[in-house]
């Protein structure tokens, strides 16, 4: 069997009769004479250049800067309203799947790049975290609107690669709303959200060769009867990693993730569901600079990711993994034949 390898209104009631005439007003929403102050805010990436290495253990690759730069925008002014009103903000730009102390992560133009922001009062800080819904940033009963906003650039959960981080232009809106009355406040135009200019990031890494993007192992066939008690193993057929082009001094971690159950934190591999599968057996990947068994952990980069292990310090620009596999049986149970190919995934991290 093979194993493989591989490196998402305003409502006017009337009632007519018997000469009565009667209205029953209700929410009119918010409405605003300037609609809006400015069609923009716009802050602006740093532009000092910026060298990391693929997994940074500080997340954070820039400081916070804003929209605007200092101070903060009037947004609208002239507004009536018949409830307490609340200032929003949202981003439309692509999730990157995680988050960092409760920021929303999303992507920008460079892998392992992302960006986070907030939203911002006349006071400024500390500012709330803005997600891809439509969130709250002020709340209260005034006839003026004001605040600013702020952006940072941090790591995904991939590794960062070297590029020019730019282009990201309108990246969401912000406006005000009646929360009690949303389509009372469809009069309000929405303000963009703008972030301008570029940095460049430089990332010390390592490439995966070609020739380890997807590898097969061929363990055979073997009989079960072969594999008799918990954890003991039979053939094994090695296979080889390989990494070009490293930068020097790096500290290479990986970690393996179960292809079939991404949850998995074993050291066995689950088998491939085709109807067929055999069961009572997994699959086992021994790492052969230790020759202990890997245990699988999430698809992640991240510093400290769990199961994450040291593979090698860089010396030179080529490094060679080696590593094996082998079925295992994976309980008490006896084993019942079948099928027995399993999925893996493989994340580097240099650190």
């Given at each position: 069997m093979n194993k493989k390898i591989q490196s998402k209104h305003v409502l006017l009631t009337i009632f007519l009769g018997m000469g009565l005439l009667t209205s029953i007003p209700t929410l009119a929403g918010v409405t605003c004479s300037n609609n809006p102050l400015?069609?923009?805010?716009?802050?602006?990436?740093?532009?000092?250049?910026?060298?990391?290495?693929?997994?940074?253990?500080?997340?954070y690759l820039t400081d916070w800067f804003f929209g605007p730069a200092s101070g903060y925008s009037s947004f609208y002014s002239g507004c009536s309203y018949n409830s307490t009103i609340a200032s929003q903000a949202r981003i439309n730009?692509?999730?990157?799947?995680?988050?960092?102390?409760?920021?929303?992560i999303f992507k920008t133009n460079v892998p392992g790049v992302g960006i986070i922001f907030k939203g911002r009062d006349r006071a400024n800080e500390p500012g709330k975290a803005i997600g891809s819904a439509w969130t709250d940033i002020i709340s209260g009963s005034t006839t003026f609107w004001d605040g600013s906003f702020g952006a940072r650039l941090v790591s995904t959960t991939e590794t960062i690669v070297s590029g020019t981080v730019s282009g990201l232009g309108t990246v969401g809106q912000l406006h005000i709303v009646d929360k009690n009355d949303i389509t009372g406040s469809s009069t309000i135009t929405p303000i963009n959200i703008m972030v301008n200019g570029s940095v460049v990031f430089t990332?010390?890494?390592?490439s995966v060769s070609t020739n380890s993007k997807n590898i097969s192992v061929s363990l055979?066939?073997?009989?079960?009867?072969?594999?008799?008690?918990?954890?003991?193993?039979?053939?094994?057929?090695?296979?080889?990693?390989?990494?070009?082009?490293?930068?020097?001094?790096?500290?290479?971690?990986?970690?393996f993730t179960d292809n079939n159950n991404p949850a998995n934190t074993s050291n066995a591999l689950?088998?491939?569901?085709?109807?067929q599968q055999a069961t009572g057996v997994g699959?086992?990947?021994?790492?052969?600079?230790?020759?202990?068994?890997?245990?699988?952990?999430p698809d992640s980069a991240i510093v400290g990711n769990p199961n994450q292990f040291m593979v090698i310090n860089t010396t030179g620009t080529n490094v060679a993994i080696p590593f094996s596999a082998t079925y295992v049986k994976t309980g008490?149970?006896?084993?019942?034949?079948?099928?027995?190919n399993g999925v893996a995934t493989f994340t580097m991290s240099y650190q």
């Open positions: 400015t069609s923009t805010v716009t802050a602006t990436i740093p532009t000092t250049p910026i060298t990391t290495v693929g997994s940074p253990a500080n997340r730009l692509t999730s990157a799947g995680s988050d960092i102390d409760g920021y929303p990332s010390k890494t390592c055979g066939t073997v009989n079960s009867n072969a594999i008799s008690t918990t954890g003991s193993s039979l053939v094994n057929s090695a296979f080889t990693i390989n990494l070009d082009s490293c930068s020097a001094d790096l500290k290479v971690n990986m970690t689950s088998l491939t569901n085709d109807g699959i086992r990947i021994i790492n052969q600079a230790t020759m202990q068994p890997v245990n699988f952990g008490s149970s006896a084993i019942v034949g079948g099928t027995a």
